[in-house]
């Protein structure tokens, strides 16, 4: 396991009035595994995520990766957040902001171009190097955060709800371009989002969250080929079947909670 | 989501680190206290010259003393009727002439640049005219009070009714709000936000400016009296003045921001940036 | 639509090109036979510029109240700055010393002068000093203020790309609060200003402010007025200038400003 959840669990406040966001989580995300955390709405997946990067300390439990426990975020994890535009600095050029990341890496000059132009190549931003991040569409400037992220050169990529500010077709170009970028650069990713069909699509693996306070309900594995497209993929059985199972798991949790659940698919 | 999370983890700071909670005013006044109890010392063992630093102590009983003399009450009297007046002129100047100019293009084009012209003039470069004209008493207080507390007020007003969200506006129009409701419902409140913040600027701009002509051409008021206290070499006395006067204007900026958090509460600058 | 359009713009310009020049023109016309002891001609006025500025007194008063002005600005900004971000990012400190701060910027600096004579003279260091004494505040409580509105979001995607503290600071909290930095810092010049003129009328030997007072109470009039066209020049000018330093440095924050309208 790269990454590894265990017992994990986050409470705000202390006494009667504290709340629990988290209350009890253990899950691993394999080297080179796409996996997709989707839950209810305010089911406490940024809180998650924020916990995952080492940002918020856990109230108890803990997250490692490669064995190592995750107390700030470590050197080879990346993040992009879901508000691009308040995750990208508007006084650095969108060159300046994929490179800033890099400055305490130490690398050579040239070193660092050669990320950057690399990066922003795989992004197909190479023509806006030097625009300010303002200058771009919301789409665009999401692109130039995930840029930032590559050019880090992180073993794990974690992503929270990055897509869930744009429109639905900037959302699917950018979801494929996730999916081949992953192939490209060969990097696990962690991709929290609340869309069924964005998790369903994207990953190997789905890990459905409970309400609050959050558990794991159901994890499971994603057998449709790695391959994926937009329309052929989301036009097969499976996914339809999936992409339902899914919803139940989310939406209405209590149809499933005698586990019936296609067996052929699952495995828990 | 976020919205989920945003409000506990203010409070998470909080259960982390579990300490005595002190609270702000408190931790404020024991400050205060703090400070006078060194300047105190200070001046007590003889690292500020005497001659020049009276202990702390006496210049707060000079002052408490001052607080049963009638002569002071009318200095601080004198003081505040020169402030009153003179925002009071720039208010109503400068909130009438705000919404005109405001709301016409022409009007606006016509005075930006003498406004811009004007405003940046440090308004004490008039004091000698203003002795010319008005001689030494209130009323060139009043007249360069009056003028310094005009620019932001009127420069507030120009913006807050430019600044009208068009949206808002479309949205009114939308509904069928005629001319005059527009005004009364979107238009005012959303100038309103910047004219008390204007007022609130004047305000201070005003005390300032009553005090220098106090202090500059003997205009009576709390500035002259610190003047003559100078001069007289009451050093003691001078200080108590200097407090006074730093209250008086404390005071007045406590109740300006308080009129502007009461009128604005919806603003998004009066929101809370501290979850604590 | 689009014909209309345009000549009205020619239109709302020519107002605003026209109106000032008007302005000048019109007070040098009917102020040309003036025999108002007070208010004499523009004329006058242009030529007692001319005599006393261009160049005769610059070094002896111009150059002192520049030499003040900037001198106290600088130190102003040089203090402000690193005690705002302190406070900033301080919740602590920012409560125990902000009833301190209230009220030492809520005294009208004015009646610092008789202190700053009492404690230093009448020199070039009182006068900075009471420059000081009141351009800090502006700039310090705008610097807490763009501190503390520095969005949570830029500085957990620092810490999340391990910038150091001092980096962070630097290339991350700085730059965003640098533009209500600058709010502060325009106040806080035109309050410079003001101080300078008013310390050099309460007691100076040379300077503007104090050329002014003399010439009021010489009755040397057109002397007087050109001294206080001079003063709303440099007011004027100074504005001007950090107005085009402002929008050099914050280029990207009226830039995205504007994006996001």
């Keep these: ?268 | ?276 | 639509m689009s014909l209309s359009l345009s000549r009205r713009r020619a239109f709302l310009l020519a107002l605003e090109i026209g109106t000032p020049i008007l302005v000048v023109v019109l007070w040098y016309a009917l102020s040309a036979n003036s025999t108002s002891f007070y208010f004499p001609p523009l004329s006058r006025m242009l030529d007692s510029f001319k005599d006393n500025w261009l160049f005769a007194r610059f070094s002896s008063d111009v150059i002192p109240s520049l030499v003040r002005l900037i001198l106290g600005y600088v130190i102003s900004v040089a203090v402000a700055v690193p005690f705002g971000v302190l406070l900033g990012l301080s919740p602590t400190a920012r409560r125990a010393t902000s009833p301190i701060v209230e009220f030492l910027r809520a005294i009208p600096a004015p009646a610092l002068i008789p202190f700053g004579i009492v404690v230093m003279g009448i020199g070039n260091t009182m006068k900075i000093f009471i420059i000081v004494m009141v351009c800090v505040w502006p700039i310090m409580l705008n610097t807490i203020d763009g501190i503390r509105a520095v969005d949570p979001q830029l500085i957990d995607t620092a810490k999340a790309y391990r910038t150091g503290t001092w980096d962070r600071l630097r290339y991350v909290i700085l730059p965003a609060a640098m533009p209500q930095i600058f709010a502060g810092m325009r106040t806080s010049l035109s309050l410079a200003v003001i101080l300078m003129v008013i310390s050099e009328m309460v007691a100076s030997t040379n300077g503007i402010g104090y050329f002014v007072l003399q010439s009021q109470r010489t009755f040397a009039i057109p002397d007087m007025w050109s001294g206080i066209i001079l003063l709303g020049l440099l007011g004027f000018g100074l504005n001007v200038l950090f107005g085009i330093f402002e929008s050099r440095a914050l280029a990207w924050h009226r830039g995205a400003r504007s994006a996001a309208r």
């Design chain 2, 1 to 276: 989501m976020s919205a989920g999370t945003a409000q506990p983890a203010a409070i998470s700071t909080a259960s982390r680190r579990p300490r005595l909670r002190v609270p702000g005013a408190v931790q404020g006044l024991l400050a205060v206290i703090a400070l006078l109890a060194l300047l105190e010392l200070v001046t007590a063992v003889g690292l500020l010259p005497e001659r020049h630093f009276p202990l702390v102590s006496n210049d707060l009983k000079t002052l408490f003393d001052q607080l049963s003399e009638s002569s002071f009450w009318s200095a601080v009297g004198e003081t505040l009727h020169a402030w009153a007046i003179g925002f009071a002129i720039a208010a109503v100047l400068g909130i009438v002439l705000g919404i005109l100019i405001g709301a016409s293009e022409e009007l606006f084009a016509a005075t930006r640049v003498v406004i811009e012209f004007l405003r940046p003039i440090p308004s004490v470069a008039l004091i000698p005219l203003a002795v010319l004209v008005y001689g030494t008493g209130i009323k060139s207080a009043v007249f360069l009070a009056a003028f310094a507390a005009l620019w932001p007020i009127l420069v507030q007003a120009i913006y807050g009714v430019r600044d009208v969200d068009p949206v808002a506006l479309d949205t009114a129009r939308a509904f069928g709000f005629g001319r005059f409701q527009r005004m009364r419902y979107v238009m005012f409140p959303s100038a309103v936000a910047y004219v008390v913040t204007g007022l609130r600027i004047a305000s201070s701009t005003a005390i300032i400016l009553v005090v220098t002509a106090e202090l500059v051409i003997g205009a009576p008021g709390l500035g002259k009296e610190i003047n003559l206290a100078q001069s007289g070499n009451d050093l003691e006395l001078m200080y108590a003045l200097i407090i006074a006067t730093g209250l008086l204007g404390w005071a007045l900026n406590v109740a300006f921001t308080w009129i502007e958090r009461r009128t604005l509460h919806w603003h998004p600058s009066q929101r809370p940036t501290e979850g604590s």
């Design chain 1, 1 to 268: 396991m790269l990454l590894e959840v265990t017992g994990l669990n986050k409470t705000y406040g202390q006494g009667p009035g504290a709340t629990e966001a988290v209350h009890n989580l253990t899950f691993g995300v394999q080297e080179s595994e796409f996996a997709c955390i989707v839950g209810p709405s305010g089911c406490g997946k940024t809180t998650l995520l924020r916990c995952l990067a080492g940002l918020l300390p856990a109230t108890r439990g803990e997250v490692t990766l490669r064995g190592q426990r995750v107390d700030r975020t470590p050197d080879d994890m990346a993040l992009v957040f879901q508000e691009y535009s308040r995750s990208l600095f508007p006084w650095m050029t969108v060159r300046e902001n994929v490179a800033f990341p890099l400055k305490r890496k130490k690398h050579s000059k040239a070193k660092v171009k050669e990320l950057v132009d690399r990066s922003l190549t795989a992004v197909r931003l190479d023509q806006f190097a030097d625009h300010y991040p303002w200058q771009l569409s919301g789409g665009m400037q999401q692109r130039v955060a995930i840029a930032r992220a590559l050019a880090y050169e992180p073993a794990i990529l974690l992503m929270d709800e990055p897509f869930a500010s744009l429109d639905a077709q900037t959302r699917a170009d950018l979801e494929d371009l996730t999916l081949q970028l992953r192939t490209e650069f060969g990097v696990t990713i962690v991709f929290v989002t609340h869309d069924i069909d964005e998790a369903v699509y994207l990953a190997d693996r789905v890990i459905a969250l409970t309400q609050r306070p959050t558990q794991v309900q159901e994890i499971l594995d994603i057998p449709l080929p790695r391959q994926r497209d937009q329309l052929t993929t989301k036009e097969l059985p499976e996914f339809t079947q999936l992409r339902a199972h899914v919803y139940r798991l989310i939406k209405r949790p209590d149809e499933v909670s005698g586990r019936q659940q296609p067996s052929a698919l699952t495995r828990a």
